[in-house]
């Protein structure tokens, strides 16, 4: 069975110690390395390439933020999931715009923590309960479209909300990487956005892609 490869970030020694002890405990989960800052983070995540990265927000030397908007830069396939005690709902969209595709609060279940893993792994969004109220008004508000696609954009969008890199959709829907960029610059003009994470919550704000 091959594990989930997982990684800890966060200052505080306390916090990664518990989470990696009760993680161990967990047959298809692997703690693969951490770090105790954020430049630090993101030197090992490039180097071990895990699967979830767990990434506290309020890091020394490089905010949780930018490891997030760095990482995604670089060629890896990490999903980031940010454990924050931040319970306020801006730092969710923050977090969300720079590319993460979990956040959940440090005071949370351990099974709720196993349940964010395994949803971010399988390239599916997850916010803390506790935060859902507040998402759900967010959602229900602007982004109605009109807006006509294609079976294969809406494929793409799809994907693209869900953390696909364009040669990952290429890939799997079995066309060229330069296709997908072509889709997804038809796709960019018709909904009006200039980024992916705008593109992904769209397709979250218009029912493409749930939680």
């Known amino acids: 069975?091959?594990?989930?490869?997982?990684?800890?970030?966060?200052?505080?020694?306390?916090?990664?110690?518990?989470?990696?002890?009760?993680?161990?405990?967990?047959?298809?989960?692997?703690?693969?390395?951490?770090?105790?800052?954020?430049?630090?983070?993101?030197?090992?995540?490039?180097?071990?390439?895990?699967?979830?990265?767990?990434?506290?927000?309020?890091?020394?030397?490089?905010?949780?933020?930018?490891?997030?908007?760095?990482?995604?830069?670089?060629?890896?396939d990490t999903r980031i999931l940010v454990v924050t005690v931040h319970d306020e709902f801006s730092y969710f969209k923050k977090a969300f715009y720079s590319g993460a595709l979990g956040y959940i609060l440090k005071d949370s279940d351990f099974d709720q923590f196993l349940v964010a893993i395994h949803k971010v792994f399988s390239r599916n969004l997850y916010i803390d309960k506790k935060l859902l109220p507040q998402y759900n008004e967010f959602i229900s508000s602007g982004y109605e479209s009109d807006v006509k696609f294609t079976k294969r954009e809406e494929e793409i969008l799809v994907l693209i909300a869900t953390g696909y890199s364009n040669k990952e959709i290429g890939d799997k829907l079995f066309i060229s990487e330069k296709t997908v960029k072509n889709h997804i610059t038809v796709i960019f003009n018709k909904i009006g956005v200039k980024d992916r994470t705008q593109a992904a919550l769209y397709a979250i704000k218009n029912n493409l892609v749930e939680l």
């Open 1 to 76: 069975m091959n594990k989930i490869r997982v990684f800890l970030a966060d200052d505080h020694s306390i916090i990664r110690d518990g989470l990696k002890k009760l993680l161990e405990f967990e047959e298809d989960i692997e703690v693969v390395g951490e770090a105790a800052d954020g430049l630090d983070c993101i030197s090992k995540v490039k180097e071990l390439k895990p699967d979830v990265l767990l990434l506290d927000l309020s890091m020394p030397k490089m905010h949780g933020l930018n490891v997030i908007e760095e990482l995604n830069k670089a060629d890896i």
